[in-house]
């Protein structure tokens, strides 16, 4: 349905350390027109989900100009170094994804100096909106709302490595 590319990822270093103090990095211009070039904006954005054997993160990169899931993974940490994977993995789907703005929240992972250098080597932008401002990441809330309704209430996964292939099978 969205297509992608997915990976299970049993991370386990820690997360950045909660009060790691970033500046906002505030829309580039270029935000505003977003929706007229399909590798212009994309967003990112982590969600918890239950199974039997404990958490399951899922971390998805969203194109907003055509919805189309750029690239997804699960772990079982939300570790910099595991949204830092996820974005690599997105510009080896989509070569040639240079300048574009890049779309996230205020969560450790995203303000880690991992994630902000990986991104700058890449040659991505950051964009980040304010603190509290869900609106902001509406985009990216929007495809957990949609995977929630259609496929997490649906099922209880025993395992990790379960939810992960429905998942895969979802986005696919």
Request: aromatic fraction near 8%.
């Amino acid at each position: 349905m969205f297509g992608g590319a997915h990976e299970y990822s049993q991370e386990t270093s820690a997360a950045t350390a909660t009060g790691t103090s970033r500046p906002v990095h505030p829309r580039p211009a270029a935000a505003r027109f977003i929706g007229q070039r399909t590798e212009l904006g994309w967003v990112s954005d982590i969600t918890e989900l239950a199974t039997g054997e404990g958490k399951l993160y899922l971390c998805v990169i969203k194109h907003l100009y055509d919805g189309v899931m750029a690239t997804w993974k699960t772990g079982t940490r939300p570790t910099a170094n595991w949204v830092t994977l996820t974005v690599e993995m997105a510009l080896v789907k989509r070569p040639g994804s240079r300048d574009t703005i890049l779309h996230l929240d205020h969560g450790s992972q995203y303000t880690s100096n991992a994630y902000h250098q990986c991104l700058q080597r890449h040659g991505l932008q950051i964009s980040m909106g304010r603190v509290r401002t869900c609106a902001d990441n509406a985009s990216a809330e929007s495809v957990y709302g949609q995977l929630k309704r259609e496929l997490v209430r649906r099922c209880q996964f025993r395992t990790r490595q379960e939810a992960t292939e429905k998942i895969n099978h979802y986005f696919l």
